[in-house]
Nanobody, 125 residues
C-alpha cells in the first residue's frame, strides 16, 4: 500500500488549497481514504474521509462548510479542497487508508490504518 500526498504549501488567510492523495496497491471499493492533520503541539485529528465502496463521507464538523473531500475513480486519487483557510488550519496534513466502512466510525484511527507521508499547509499573511 502506497499513499502519496501532495498539494500543501503557503496560503494566505481566506485563500484555498487542494490536497491530493494518490493510492496504489489497494483494491478499488475495498478501502476508504482519509485526511488527517496535526498542528504543532496538538494531537492528530481527522479532517475527512471517503469510502471507495459507496462514496460515503465523514467530515470534521468545524471544517464542514469549508473543506470538501472527493475522489477521482479513474486516477485512484482523493482530493481535499480547502476554502477560506485560516491560520488555525496550519498543520501537516496526512492521508491514510482503512476499511470501506471507515466514514461510519468517524474515520477513527486504528492500529491497522495505513499512513502516507504528510504535506505541510501553512496559512499566513
Amino acid at each position: 500500500v502506497q499513499l502519496q500526498a501532495s498539494g500543501g504549501g503557503l496560503a494566505q488567510p481566506g485563500g484555498s488549497l487542494r490536497l491530493s492523495c494518490g493510492a496504489s496497491g489497494l483494491t478499488l471499493g475495498h478501502y476508504s481514504i482519509g485526511w488527517f492533520r496535526q498542528a504543532p503541539g496538538r494531537e492528530r485529528e481527522v479532517v475527512s474521509c471517503i469510502s471507495t465502496s459507496d462514496d460515503s463521507t465523514f467530515t470534521l464538523y468545524s471544517v464542514k462548510d469549508r473543506f470538501t473531500i472527493s475522489r477521482d475513480k479513474a486516477e485512484n486519487t482523493v482530493y481535499l479542497q480547502m476554502y477560506r483557510l485560516n491560520p488555525d488550519d496550519t498543520a501537516i496534513y496526512y492521508c491514510a487508508a482503512d476499511l470501506p466502512a471507515w466514514p461510519r466510525s468517524g474515520c477513527r484511527i486504528r492500529t491497522e490504518t495505513h499512513w502516507g507521508q504528510g504535506t505541510l499547509v501553512t496559512v499566513s499573511s
